[in-house]
């Protein structure tokens, strides 16, 4: 019987090559968006969507290049000290890469960007683990919202619930979340079912950088949001 593909062990030398490869192309990708953009902007991003992000990528796609990962290895393209910066002035946009922060590159005028990036943000169901921006709580009684056959998916979320001729009721008052404390599982799951969104995600710029000037718009933030792996 033929070995299975996933039983073929796998040279550790070749992944440490692999990695160190796409490292280097990274590396080589903002150097060459260096030369080929006027401005290059430190951003940073608080609760994370893919598919929103990539929606506000593909509005800029004509003008603009986004790069998101290991701030250091985009701190080693850009330059860390005046000794080893790209270009005049970079080792200070490479000291505000910190915590979910990216690059942009872009000919558009600054004024553009930043209504764009000031204007946009997107407001989805908060995941578990991040903070509540609100107490939400349900009064004892009928809840009118939930069919009778979410009654054990319910109980299973701790709320104290029971059928009374059909209709799902609570049978004592439930705190579902409080203000500045962080969700629970549970607690992201009934939100959601209660259509509570509290993640905004949203863009910040951090500063802006060309070959003429350099600017802060706002410290980097370190705080952490509701992250969504990439």
Request: charged share 35%; aromatic share 10%; hydrophobic share 35%.
């Amino acid at each position: 019987m033929p070995k299975s593909k996933r039983d073929r062990p796998v040279t550790l030398s070749k992944t440490k090559k692999k990695g160190k490869m796409q490292k280097e192309n990274v590396v080589n990708s903002i150097r060459d968006a260096v030369e080929k953009y006027e401005f290059v902007y430190v951003f940073f991003y608080e609760n994370m969507r893919n598919l929103k992000f990539k929606e506000f990528k593909e509005r800029l796609k004509a003008s603009s290049r986004f790069f998101l990962g290991s701030n250091k290895v985009m701190q080693v393209a850009l330059g860390r000290s005046v000794s080893d910066e790209l270009r005049p002035g970079l080792h200070k946009v490479s000291k505000l890469l910190r915590g979910n922060s990216g690059l942009c590159f872009t000919s558009l005028p600054k004024e553009e960007m930043e209504r764009l990036f000031n204007e946009y943000e997107d407001h989805d169901f908060a995941r578990t683990g991040s903070t509540a921006t609100e107490t939400v709580e349900l009064k004892e009684g009928p809840l009118d919202h939930f069919t009778h056959e979410m009654e054990p998916f319910l109980r299973k979320q701790g709320m104290p619930v029971k059928l009374n001729k059909g209709v799902v009721e609570l049978v004592s008052d439930y705190v579902v979340c409080e203000e500045g404390k962080p969700l629970s599982p549970e607690a992201s799951r009934i939100l959601r079912l209660l259509g509570v969104r509290m993640a905004t995600f949203k863009l910040h710029l951090i500063c802006r950088w060309s070959t003429e000037d350099f600017e802060v718009y706002r410290q980097a933030l370190e705080a952490e949001s509701d992250v969504e792996s990439m």
